[in-house]
């Protein structure tokens, strides 16, 4: 029995030896490499899904919504993972034809481990036929998008701007603030100039999925998921009914409009046209479609508000007589003979519209008389020109939040200008000052900046600093952040002044330009008609305010070749101050309307004339 | 005369329970978890069909604690007889599964009668050598014993199931050595197989391996003739595998020999290293105490083929950790220790060779199945006992730790004489 005791002490310490070994490999794999397991175990079986989150809404100053998000799904493929027998149950779930999806199949299969997008911009519905069935369909995945929602009438286009998938060079940019391929990106407009703050924070999903691409399960029941965070939501000082009502107004028209509050520079309307529909951007774009945007000869890019350079033409001559008023070249009752021309020029060169007679400078405004303003420009110099017009905010550009690389400076000539364009002894004189005082020549400006001007001119002296934002809400807290802007300037003008200047507007109102005088509420207005190397019409200028007492809107509006500031531009400003002002405007003044459409029809100014404003 | 039986084992049957019950919940996990919704019926279908064979299987050892000795005595060539003709009758009518013609199906119960072979062979062995004179130990005899166990191995080979024929190889050794086979010739059996072994892991290691043995059976045994014969074989093997990767076999057979030395390279990962890897992330991810029930990534994500049957562990190395495994291993230390010394309790061959050759048995698939999972030895496919799916590897590992226990039971009723 001994030699069967050693047998079995023995053979106990086989069993022991050969699973010792068994635990000493289990412990080297599980304890010493654990890590190394761990990594490929994460790899197998745990993705990471980046959760958008919805972009913050845009609210006009009324609360009304006027952009969301509606969520949209796109549905991938991992070649790898995905059974071609099921090409004919995708297709017919996402109702789409078999040999799309196959071609699409196809051209993703060349990458057999990337997940490859299958079908983009699809629905709930849809998303949810294909889910019932996703255990037939391994390699398919989804995603949610969040895709802009336009919900009124206005179309906003230059203002909002629109949202893309982030570019190569704004990935490279801003790859330190988390972006990552796919993810969209502001593109112009406020949706650029707000983008950190719209955009929210991107969260991650971890999901377990099987060995066919599947997934199975939340990964440790959703406890490493980080939830995004949504966007802040943006209160905008736009009034979404006057922008609407504003851009209907443009119809067949080039050119653009702003009105502020000139009690505190707030937006309250801004249309560039012609414009385009947003809503497009929300789809795949087609690349045509694309290139007959940006080929398009009435450049719909463009934003003619901030962009579009052009002479103010009359708009200007308040200016001039503020700047004569003050450097006590002319008091209030100071007069200037007419005959029809200014002497000068032997009466060929420097013409007035009529023989004004003996006018003083309230009578000079309300009948636009070039005389008075080439005299006074006679008699006072450039610089001194230069200095109160670039003080009232022309020849710089102005603060805008909306990317503000689109906003041009415009050009307001001094006397080292004119030595430079014009060199030599005689190479320029007094003439090219002197039609600087009819807002012609050299000067050029931008739609803005007639705003903050007409704005100034309204409010007492004041250059707001125009702005789309009122405030921003975080929309889980309700946390009210107020963005902040440049301190508006309080110019040093005189109240004296600027009231004759008021004076002189109300007139035109009142008289020369009768039918553009709002029902029931006083207003103060100034046209101007601009030559152009565009086309044979001048450009059409008005800047207005109302009421004239305590104003509560300053417009600029300018139209490409539409001729007196008194026809396209000023109906359009006068229209839109009543209906801002009123909610509608008066049907007694329906005619107005009717006429400028006509005009508009009979004539159309959308594609004669080549090339764009520059 | 009525004998009150008092000896039934509670240690190797709780261990024996603990096993079946861990492994009912490794297959729970592996086709119930949260994923199972994707998967086919047929691995689904795993749960239940065992749960059904472990009632079958607690029918059968109230039967088989019920028998008499005798009956397993009388029984044994029999019952060995029948399995040769089950493999005969698998091999004609037989059905094939995955590559195997194993199968015979009764209705819509299929049998792997492979694994009932491992049954049949063991009563017949262990019959061959409770009916020997005590003490008698010559080539004749081993020839004999070696015979017994080699004829259904040959069948099963046949049927295409190299993996389960693995495992009646391994057993010679392990009977001849509890028939008292001298240890010198034992030894010379199993060297070449370790050789063998490190001839493919790492040369030199092989090398110094048959170097060192060879100095040890000549320290042993001083006969310079054992001494040439053992060179010979051990030499000859590690010289046959040389040659057999590097010319014989085709560049596929040796990459899947090969490959389990490191599954992860970048030639393997995709192909024939793909379960092993995943195998190794699942095991190796589950750390000192797993990732949970019905919570392991590479289980619920169905990484791991095969992970209900052959690759069981993976799922019990990942969902319990390290800490899960050990508790495994030591049940199943436990199990087998008890076992051989129940079979030494019984001072009968009989119940001595039955004893050993359970554990034997369950010992090889033990080592072959851990250590495939773990990458230690190549992919064979061959379940572990008590744990893995499959309703024949359950009841014929269940029938002979009843037999074992009915024996151990009844070890007085052992006549000195045979039968």
């Given at each position: 029995m001994d030699e069967g005791r050693s047998r079995l002490r023995i053979f106990v310490a086989l069993v022991t030896v050969i699973l010792g070994i068994l635990t000493l490999r289990l412990g080297k794999l599980q304890i010493v490499e654990r890590s190394n397991h761990t990594g490929q175990s994460v790899n197998n079986a745990v993705?990471?899904?980046?959760?958008?989150?919805?972009?913050?809404?845009?609210?006009?100053?009324?609360?009304?919504?006027?952009?969301?998000?509606?969520?949209?799904?796109?549905?991938?493929?991992?070649?790898?993972?995905?059974?071609?027998?099921?090409?004919p149950l995708v297709s017919r779930l996402l109702e789409q034809p078999d040999s799309l999806i196959e071609s699409r199949y196809r051209a993703a299969a060349k990458n057999p481990f990337r997940r490859a997008p299958l079908q983009a911009d699809i629905s709930f519905e849809e998303l949810s036929r294909v889910l019932e069935q996703r255990s037939h369909l391994p390699g398919i995945d989804y995603e949610i998008t969040q895709k802009r929602q336009y919900h009124t009438d206005a179309n906003m286009t230059h203002a909002l701007g629109y949202v893309r998938e982030i570019s190569e060079s704004a990935l490279e940019e801003f790859s330190e603030e988390g972006y990552v391929w796919g993810d969209p990106f502001g593109q112009g407009g406020l949706e650029r100039q707000y983008e950190r703050e719209v955009r929210g924070v991107p969260g991650s999903d971890f999901k377990m999925i099987n060995i066919k691409g599947q997934v199975v399960a939340e990964y440790l029941d959703g406890s490493q998921d980080r939830p995004a965070k949504n966007g802040l939501d943006l209160n905008l000082t736009i009034d979404a009914d006057l922008q609407a009502f504003a851009e209907s107004l443009f119809v067949n028209k080039r050119g653009g409009a702003l009105a502020l509050d000139p009690r505190n520079g707030e937006i309250l309307a801004m249309v560039s046209a012609p414009d385009y529909d947003l809503e497009m951007f929300t789809h795949r774009l087609d690349p045509q479609v694309w290139d007959s945007i940006n080929a398009h000869p009435d450049k719909p890019m463009f934003n003619r508000v901030t962009q579009s350079k052009f002479m103010p033409g009359s708009t200007f001559k308040p200016l001039v007589a503020l700047l004569a008023l003050g450097v006590g070249e002319i008091d209030e009752h100071t007069t200037v003979h007419c005959p029809g021309y200014?002497?000068?020029?032997?009466?060929?060169?420097?013409?007035?519209?009529?023989?004004?007679?003996?006018?003083?400078?309230?009578?000079?405004?309300?009948?636009?008389?070039?005389?008075?303003?080439?005299?006074?420009?006679?008699?006072?110099?450039?610089?001194?020109?230069?200095?109160?017009?670039?003080?009232?905010?022309?020849?710089?550009?102005?603060?805008?939040?909306?990317a503000a690389g689109e906003v041009e400076r415009g050009n307001v000539p001094d006397s080292t200008y004119y030595n430079e364009r014009f060199p030599g002894i005689g190479g320029w004189g007094q003439g090219h000052v002197m039609n600087l005082g009819v807002g012609q020549g050299e000067m050029e400006v931008t739609v803005v900046q007639l705003a903050r001007y007409m704005a100034a001119i309204a409010n007492g002296g004041t250059l707001v600093t125009p702005h789309f934002v009122r405030s921003m809400i975080d929309p889980e807290t309700g946390e009210e952040i107020i963005p902040e802007y440049p301190e508006p300037v309080t110019l040093d003008l005189n109240e004296t002044y600027l009231e004759l200047l008021r004076k002189g507007m109300r007139q035109v109102m009142e008289e020369t330009s009768w039918w553009l005088e709002i029902p029931g509420i006083p207003a103060i207005g100034k046209t101007g008609s601009a030559q152009n190397s565009r086309g044979d019409e001048d450009d059409s200028v008005f800047i207005m305010s109302a009421p004239a007492e305590n104003p509560e809107i300053a417009i600029a509006v300018f139209v490409e070749n539409a001729g007196y500031g008194s026809g396209a531009a000023g109906r359009t400003a006068s229209f839109m101050a009543e209906r801002y002002l009123k909610g509608y405007y008066d049907p007694s003044r329906q005619w107005v309307l009717d006429q400028m459409f006509r005009e508009q029809n009979s004539a159309p100014l959308y594609g004669t004339v080549e090339g764009p404003t520059g | 005369m009525r004998r009150r039986y008092t000896n039934l084992d509670p240690v190797a049957l709780l261990a024996w329970a603990a096993l079946v019950i861990i492994g009912i919940m490794a297959i729970y996990s592996a086709t119930h978890g949260p994923s199972s919704e994707f998967y086919q019926f047929n691995p689904r279908q795993n749960f239940s069909n065992q749960i059904m064979w472990l009632g079958i299987c607690l029918v059968g050892m109230v039967i088989a604690l019920v028998l008499p000795i005798r009956f397993f005595q009388q029984a044994a060539f029999p019952i060995y007889g029948v399995t040769i003709l089950l493999l005969l009758a698998a091999l004609v009518f037989g059905r094939?599964?995955?590559?195997?013609?194993?199968?015979?199906?009764?209705?819509?119960?299929?049998?792997?009668?492979?694994?009932?072979?491992?049954?049949?062979?063991?009563?017949?062995?262990?019959?061959?050598?409770?009916?020997?004179?005590?003490?008698?130990?010559?080539?004749?005899?081993?020839?004999?014993?070696?015979?017994?166990?080699?004829?259904?191995?040959?069948?099963?080979?046949?049927?295409?199931?190299?993996?389960?024929?693995?495992?009646?190889?391994?057993?010679?050794?392990?009977?001849?050595?509890?028939?008292?086979?001298?240890?010198?010739?034992?030894?010379?059996?199993?060297?070449?197989?370790?050789?063998?072994?490190?001839?493919?892991?790492?040369?030199?290691?092989?090398?110094?391996?048959?170097?060192?043995?060879?100095?040890?059976?000549?320290?042993?045994?001083?006969?310079?003739?054992?001494?040439?014969?053992?060179?010979?074989?051990?030499g000859g093997v590690v010289a046959l595998a040389n040659v057999a990767i590097t010319m014989v076999l085709s560049d596929y057979q040796v990459q899947r020999i090969m490959s389990f030395t490191d599954p992860g390279a970048e030639q393997f990962r995709q192909n024939v290293g793909f379960h092993q890897v995943n195998s190794m992330a699942a095991i190796g991810s589950g750390g000192?105490?797993?990732?949970?029930?019905?919570?392991?990534?590479q289980t619920q994500g169905g990484y791991v083929f095969e992970q209900s049957t052959d690759f069981i562990f993976s799922v019990i190395g990942e969902e319990w950790?390290?800490?899960?495994?050990?508790?495994?291993?030591?049940?199943?230390?436990?199990?087998?220790?008890?076992?051989?010394?129940?079979?030494?309790?019984?001072?009968?061959?009989?119940?001595?060779l039955i004893a050993a050759g359970a554990a034997g048995i369950y010992l090889i698939h033990i080592f072959i199945n851990i250590g495939m999972a773990t990458s230690l030895l190549p992919v064979i496919g061959i379940p572990l006992p008590f744990i893995s799916?499959?309703?024949?590897?359950?009841?014929?590992?269940?029938?002979?730790?009843?037999?074992?226990?009915?024996?151990?039971?009844?070890?007085?009723?052992?006549?000195?004489?045979?039968?």
């Open positions: 993705r990471e899904w980046r959760v958008q989150p919805p972009r913050g809404r845009f609210y006009d100053r009324n609360g009304v919504l006027m952009v969301d998000n509606e969520p949209r799904f796109t549905l991938f493929v991992t070649p790898r993972y995905f059974d071609e027998e099921t090409i200014h002497p000068l020029g032997r009466g060929l060169r420097y013409k007035c519209l009529e023989t004004h007679g003996s006018i003083n400078v309230v009578e000079a405004i309300r009948y636009s008389c070039n005389t008075f303003f080439f005299e006074m420009m006679r008699r006072i110099d450039v610089n001194s020109l230069n200095r109160l017009t670039t003080t009232l905010g022309f020849g710089s550009r102005p603060y805008l939040d909306i | 094939e599964v995955n590559g195997a013609k194993s199968w015979l199906y009764f209705g819509p119960i299929g049998l792997q009668v492979s694994e009932m072979a491992k049954v049949g062979t063991i009563l017949a062995v262990a019959q061959v050598v409770g009916m020997r004179r005590p003490k008698t130990m010559d080539l004749r005899f081993a020839f004999l014993l070696v015979g017994v166990i080699m004829l259904p191995a040959a069948l099963i080979v046949l049927q295409n199931d190299t993996g389960t024929a693995l495992v009646f190889f391994g057993l010679v050794p392990i009977v001849l050595f509890w028939s008292g086979l001298d240890m010198n010739l034992l030894m010379m059996m199993i060297a070449p197989a370790i050789a063998g072994y490190f001839a493919i892991v790492s040369m030199p290691t092989a090398i110094i391996f048959v170097l060192l043995f060879i100095g040890f059976m000549y320290w042993r045994t001083r006969d310079t003739r054992i001494s040439i014969v053992t060179a010979i074989m051990t000192w105490f797993g990732k949970g029930f019905l919570e392991g990534t950790g390290f800490f899960g495994s050990l508790v495994v291993m030591i049940l199943f230390a436990v199990l087998l220790i008890r076992l051989l010394q129940l079979g030494a309790n019984m001072k009968h061959p009989f119940g001595v799916y499959g309703g024949s590897a359950l009841l014929a590992n269940t029938a002979l730790l009843a037999i074992v226990l009915s024996l151990h039971l009844k070890k007085d009723d052992f006549s000195i004489y045979g039968y």
